[in-house]
Each structure stands twice: as C-alpha cells, then as structure tokens.
C-alpha cells in the first residue's frame, strides 16, 4: 500500500470550495489547490481540515485502520509509526539530514549511521 498526499493546483480558483493552501513537491512552494489524499489502493479522502477538523496524520490513520478492518495484509506501507502496532512493516525514503533513534539511545543524524548493505 502506498500513501500520497497530491496537491491538485487550483491558481486561478478564487471562491471554489476546497480550495486552500498546500505544499506542492512538485513546486517546492506552497500552492493554492485542493488537497488528495490517497491510499493506494483501496481508499482515498479529500483533505479538508476546517470542515473535517483532522490532520493529514489523522485522515492517514484512519485510512490505514478501515484498510485493516478490510483485510489488508500489505507486505510493506510507505509510512512510519502506526504501521508496528498492526505488525506490519514500512518502507520509505529519509533524506540525510533526517533525526533517527535505531538503537533506542537517542536521535542522531541518519547521514552519520553506518547502514549496512
């Protein structure tokens, strides 16, 4: 199963309903659009926190709950903490100036860990 979270750009929307600002990855800049969030692939939510009052974070969790009370059984999912507590395993990009605690001695740069192959 795959997370996205996909800015759909809206720049000329003015009054048009779900229309807020987002990050866009696509432009490395905040964007006015609407905002997708997909659970690749058997759900996906419009985000709209001032009218659903829930994070990115939250809709995702609840994604991956109703995907679990489904019968999903992912051999790995492209997010982090939640994902244990169903036994389950992740995958997913870290960029180098990213903080982890692999040992539970404490969080250090991921660019000084030795990783092995």
Not at 97 to 107: A, E, K, T, W
């Amino acid at each position: 199963m795959i997370l996205d979270d996909t800015a759909l750009d809206k720049p000329y929307a003015r009054k048009m309903a779900l229309v807020t600002h987002h990050w866009s990855g696509k432009h490395q800049q905040v964007v006015q659009g609407i905002d997708l969030l997909t659970l690749i692939p058997c759900d996906f939510r419009v985000y709209d926190k001032p009218q659903g009052g829930k994070t990115k974070n939250e809709n995702f969790q609840d994604m991956l709950k109703k995907a679990k009370e489904r019968g999903f059984a992912p051999e790995y999912v492209l997010i982090l903490k939640l994902i244990a507590s169903f036994g389950w395993f992740f995958l997913t990009r870290l960029k180098r100036n990213r903080l982890v605690n692999p040992d539970g001695v404490g969080n250090r740069l991921i660019s000084k860990l030795e990783i092995p192959q």
